[in-house]
T-cell receptor, first 112, second 114 residues
């Protein structure tokens, strides 16, 4: 079974803090993705990566950056957290050339 | 901008009935289509995918694709209370920004009444 894990289930941060969300997959998947999910807005793609040290912007990259130093790990960084970044953050992964994405459990981030 | 549209529901069906969930998409070049199930407070779980026109069956689930009408549906036979969840339709296609990506609908909430 594909296993995607995320570093925290719940996180509370203050406005202006730098926030790191970590995602690790154990199935040697090439592709990794970060989404956020908000009521009424659905799932929106923030960033994705097809390979180590490679990144591509999704639909809503503003205010975020990512890092992929190892194949199994994809980090989402909020440089200066703001209250409008309060959301559920979901990491996903898939094999190269395969469109089926598998999600981690999610991190519910609250910025106060 | 690609769009994936779903009726938000809630869709209520009695236990044992067939639940029919529908999804339309705007990008005619879309290649692959997925259904995810998401229980409240949990992450999405992939339950079906379909790449070709027609029907694809897996247990109590049937996915139907009609590319000419840009329509994809999910049928759940013999619905059970445990099927109560939000169902997300996702479409894979060209993003318009030089890459391919999944675009998700906002989901249909299904409630199966015992």
């Amino acid at each position: 079974d594909v296993k995607v894990t995320q570093s925290s289930r719940y996180l509370v941060k203050r406005t202006g803090e730098k926030v790191f969300l970590e995602c690790v997959q154990d199935m040697d998947h090439e592709n990794m993705f970060w989404y956020r999910q908000d009521p009424g807005l659905g799932l929106r793609l923030i960033y994705f990566s097809y390979d180590v040290k490679m990144k591509e912007k999704g639909d809503i990259p503003e205010g975020y950056s990512v890092s992929r130093e190892k194949k199994e790990r994809f980090s989402l960084i909020l440089e200066s957290a703001s209250t409008n970044q309060t959301s559920m953050y979901l990491c996903a992964s898939s094999l190269a050339g395969n469109y089926e994405q598998y999600f981690g459990p999610g991190t519910r981030l609250t910025v106060t | 901008q690609k769009e994936v549209e779903q009726n938000s529901g809630p869709l209520s069906v009695p236990e044992g009935a067939i639940a029919s969930l529908n999804c339309t998409y705007s990008d005619r070049g879309s290649q692959s289509f997925f259904w995810y199930r998401q229980y409240s407070g949990k992450s999405p779980e992939l339950i079906m995918f379909i790449y070709s026109n027609g029907d694809k069956e897996d247990g109590r689930f049937t996915a139907q694709l009609n590319k000419a009408s840009q329509y994809v549906s999910l049928l759940i036979r013999d619905s059970q209370p445990s099927d109560s969840a939000t169902y997300l339709c996702a479409v894979y296609g060209y993003s318009g920004a030089g890459s391919y990506q999944l675009t998700f609908g906002k989901g249909t909430k299904l409630s199966v009444i015992p």
